[in-house]
C-alpha cells in the first residue's frame, strides 16, 4: 500500500530514473481502458468525467483508447485551468482529433445522459474533505445513474493519506489504480484492481529527486530556518566542493557557505552565484585554520568536509583536527575519508 503523497515521490523519482511522467500516463490511460473493455461491451455509451488534474490527463489519455465504444468526455471545469502541462497536451489532442470531448464550467452544466458506464476521473490522490462544487453535484449523478462506474486511481472523494471517505464521495463499482493499492481501498464495495504501469522498483528503493517532496516548508518561516550548511573544501580541486554546495541547497538547505582556500575562491564562486563564501589564506587547509573554520562552522547546523580538499598531510592533520573538535552532524567525503577510522569525535558522522 502507498500513499497519495508517497506515490507522488515514486512519479518523481521514476522521471529521474528516465520513464517520464507523461509516458506514466499513457500506461495509465491504457489501464483505464482496459478496465472499460473489461466491464462494457463493444459500441456500449462510455462517459468520461474528468478533472482539471493528472487523473482527469490519465482519462484524456484513455478515450484515445477506446474508439470502439461510443465515448463523450467532460471536462469538469475551463480548459484553460488545467493544472498540468501534461494533462492539458492530452486534452489538446482529443481537441485537435475531433474527439466528443466538452467543458462542464459549473454545477449546471452537469448531464451524463444515460451512459453504460461512467469513467470517474474527477480528483485524484491529492483532495481530503468534502466534495466541493462542480464536482459535488458531478458525483451526485454519477451516483444516481444506472450505469457501471470505474473509478480512476482512487474514488472522487477520498483521501489518499487517511484513507477517509467524504459523505459525498463516487461509489464505484470498480477502481483501477496504479502501481499499488492506497489507504481505504480495501473498505470499499467494488472491486480493486492494481495495474503495473511501468514504475521502475528502483524509484521506490534509490533516493532521487521525487524524495525532495518530502520536505516541507513554513509560509512563514525565513531564510535559515531550513538549515544552513557549511562545505570544507577545495585546494587542489574547485569542481567538488562546488558540486556539493548546489547539492546542498538542491537538497532544501536554506544557505550554503563555502570554506575553501582563497586561491580557488573565485573559481568556486564561478559555479553558482548562491554560493557564499568563506575562504581562509592560502592553497591549501593547514592546522593554522582550525581555529576560524570551526568559528564559521559553529554557525552552521550541519558542516560537508571532503570535497576537492586534497591529500597532502597538513591537509589531512587539519581534516582530523576539525572533526575531533567539531560536535554537530557532519558528511565525511572524498580525501577526508582516510582520517575518520582514526579519529575520537561527537560529531554525528
Known sequence: MIRGSEMAVVDGNAAALGVPRKQLMESSGNAIADAVREHAAERSDVCIVAGRGNNGGDAFVA????????????????????????ARENWDALQA????ASEWRDSTAVDLGSPDLVVDAMLGTGISGDLREPAATAAAAINDSDATVISVDVPSGLDAETGELAANAVDPD???????????????????????????????????RGDLRRIGRDPASHKGDHGEV?????????????????????AGADLVRVTCPTSVAHEVQGYSEDIILRPVQGTEFE????????????????????????????????????????????VVDADALQVVPGIETDATL
Open 287 to 330: 592546522p593554522g585554520h582550525v581555529g576560524p573554520v570551526m568559528e564559521f562552522a559553529a554557525e552552521h547546523d550541519a558542516l560537508v568536509i571532503g570535497p576537492g580538499l586534497g591529500a597532502a598531510d597538513p591537509v589531512l592533520e587539519t581534516a582530523e583536527a576539525i572533526l575531533e573538535a567539531y560536535g554537530g552532524t557532519a
Open 230 to 250: 557549511l562545505v570544507i573544501g577545495g585546494g587542489p580541486y574547485t569542481g567538488a566542493p562546488a558540486l556539493a554546495a548546489r547539492a546542498a541547497l538542491r
Open 174 to 208: 470498480h477502481v483501477v489504480t496504479f502501481h499499488d493499492t492506497k489507504p481505504g481501498l480495501a473498505d470499499l464495495d467494488a472491486s480493486v484492481t492494481v495495474a503495473g504501469i511501468g514504475i521502475p522498483p528502483a524509484a521506490t528503493t534509490f533516493v532521487e
Open 63 to 86: 478515450a484515445r483508447f477506446l474508439d470502439d465504444f461510443d465515448v463523450r468526455v467532460r471536462l469538469l471545469g475551463r480548459a484553460g485551468t488545467i493544472s498540468t502541462s501534461i
Open 97 to 100: 482529433a475531433a474527439y466528443d
